[in-house]
Nanobody, 120 residues
Framework: QVRVVESGGGLVQAGGSLRLSCTASGRISRIDAMSWYRQRPGEARELVARATNDGGVINLNSAKGRFAVSRDNAKNTVYLQMNNLRVEDTGAYLC??????????????WGQGTQVTVSS
């Protein structure tokens, strides 16, 4: 079995920081990418950041300059450092892992998400 588990969310005031972590474990041969998505009520899930073997990229325009993504390949873990948080950053942050996972070349797994709430 494969597990993708996020942690690090919480309640923070605007201007504060949080560091999210996501670890994939179980039947994993190779992880090609680990990504962070944000889900807000009534809205489509949106890609925040993606970390591959070539490095990490912040995809969400509103997060550029404030967020950073990094990955520890040895630990199958991806991090999302979020600085200068804004109220509009509030949402559930979900991790998505793709690669040779669970015995499948095109394996892809979602975590349950970690809630980030930014107060004004």
């Amino acid at each position: 079995q494969v597990r993708v588990v996020e942690s690090g969310g919480g309640l923070v005031q605007a201007g504060g920081s949080l560091r999210l972590s996501c670890t994939a474990s179980g039947r994993i041969s190779r992880i090609d990418a680990m990504s962070w998505y944000r889900q807000r009520p009534g809205e489509a899930r949106e890609l925040v950041a993606r970390a591959t073997n070539d490095g990490g990229v912040i995809n969400l325009n509103s997060a550029k300059g404030r967020f950073a993504v990094s990955r520890d390949n040895a630990k199958n873990t991806v991090y999302l450092q979020m600085n200068n948080l804004r109220v509009e950053d509030t949402g559930a942050y979900l991790c998505y892992a793709t690669g040779v996972i669970g015995g499948s070349v095109g394996g892809n797994y979602w975590g349950q998400g970690t809630q980030v709430t930014v107060s004004s």
